[in-house]
């Protein structure tokens, strides 16, 4: 078998057991984690990061002049990290301030004040995360039936010849609970999500030769090997990690919506202890730092609680640990000690974020 056939035979198999999740009450037939949401200070910016130093396919931007905004995506199949970027910071903010409360959440800028605040700061961060659920009114259904107050917001449209069409989603949100951290149920920066095509995004092989083709097309890369859709061999959105004042009341409050707790974790690198949820075919893990002095504490003080990192699963950690040692120029120590080898990456050279990229 071939590298690229071996790697395309591991993404289907990702995708498959993502498929055969036994459905949590939330999520349903979704998939569960969708996408986080990572903003940056320009395009040119998040392509030095993500392309030519961690070795991500980043297809090219696409603008919406009316909000002074611009994004692009990088494909793991079904999920995807979102760059979102600000191109005109009068324009957008004079749009965001036109906002309301509702369609700021809708946009996934429900705090954008601080967006605007922090970009003007030159900083990259998360400004949330997504969990895809099926059908969006059932988990609607199920959140009120445990005690949530929910938001329906109306659907995206769009003007085509002049007329108004349907976006490809429909977006649902907890009301958020005073003093709730952040990246946890109840809190800012977590919202649920359908997409109209919902089960056509599973990483099936004709989904997977679809991105594959439209990423040798738009995004090429001569360190790409065939049949990988990253030179670093990413494939799966593995986990999203928010930093919480307190882990178990973070667990319980996504104990509350129906997601099941799962190991606790421990890292020396960032200085902190946790505990994951299971969120579907992905974790959500819950951080607190070990001691004030550790990376987290820091973080967290200077940016406060909520998300900070991802971790991605590649199918060679070598050649991903290879990549990015070679675009950062830095050394990255590889954990072998549990029982998936991992190395992580800090903000100074994720473009604001952690991330860890493990053997999946």
Not at 18 to 33: E, F
Not at 73 to 85: A, D, K, R, T
Not at 308 to 334: M, P, W, Y
Request: glycine share 10%; charged share 20%; proline share 8%.
């Amino acid at each position: 078998m071939s590298p690229g056939t071996l790697s395309t035979a591991l993404v289907l198999a990702c995708g498959a057991a993502a498929a055969q999740v036994s459905p949590q009450p939330l999520i349903g037939k979704g998939w569960g984690l969708d996408h986080v949401q990572i903003t940056q200070p320009s395009d040119a910016e998040a392509r030095e990061t993500y392309a030519t130093r961690l070795g991500f396919s980043v297809p090219p931007s696409s603008r919406s002049p009316e909000m002074g905004l611009e994004g692009t995506s990088i494909s793991l199949p079904p999920s995807y990290l979102e760059i979102g970027l600000i191109y005109d910071r009068e324009r957008a903010s004079a749009y965001f301030r036109e906002m309301t409360p509702g369609l700021a959440r809708q946009a996934g800028m429900a705090n954008y004040a601080a967006v605007l605040s922090r970009l003007q700061n030159k900083e990259g961060f998360i400004r949330g995360y997504f969990i895809d659920v099926a059908p969006v009114e059932d988990a609607a259904a199920f959140l009120r039936l445990v005690g949530k107050k929910v938001t329906l917001p109306p659907p995206p449209t769009y003007l085509v010849d002049g007329k108004q069409q349907p976006g490809g989603w429909q977006d649902l949100f907890i009301e958020e609970e005073p003093s709730v951290p952040a990246g946890v149920p109840g809190g800012p920066g977590i919202g649920f999500v359908e997409y109209r095509n919902n089960e056509s995004r599973i990483a099936t092989e004709a989904r997977l030769r679809q991105v594959r083709e439209r990423i040798e097309k738009n995004s090429p890369d001569d360190r790409r090997k065939p049949g990988d859709l990253h030179a670093n061999t990413a494939r799966k959105l593995s986990a999203v990690w928010i930093a919480v004042p307190n882990v178990e009341d973070a667990v319980r409050r996504a104990q509350s919506i129906g997601l099941a707790p799962g190991r606790e974790r421990k890292l020396s690198a960032l200085g902190a202890f946790g505990r994951e949820v299971s969120c579907g075919q992905s974790q959500i893990v819950y951080w607190n730092a070990s001691s004030d002095d550790s990376p987290l504490a820091t973080a967290v003080r200077r940016q406060g609680p909520g998300p900070f990192g991802v971790s991605v699963g590649v199918s060679d950690l070598n050649r991903a640990h290879e990549i990015v040692e070679k675009g950062t120029g830095k050394h990255f120590q590889i954990d072998r000690s549990g029982a998936q080898p991992a190395f992580l990456v800090s903000p100074e050279d994720a473009g604001g974020i952690w991330i860890e990229f493990v053997q999946s």
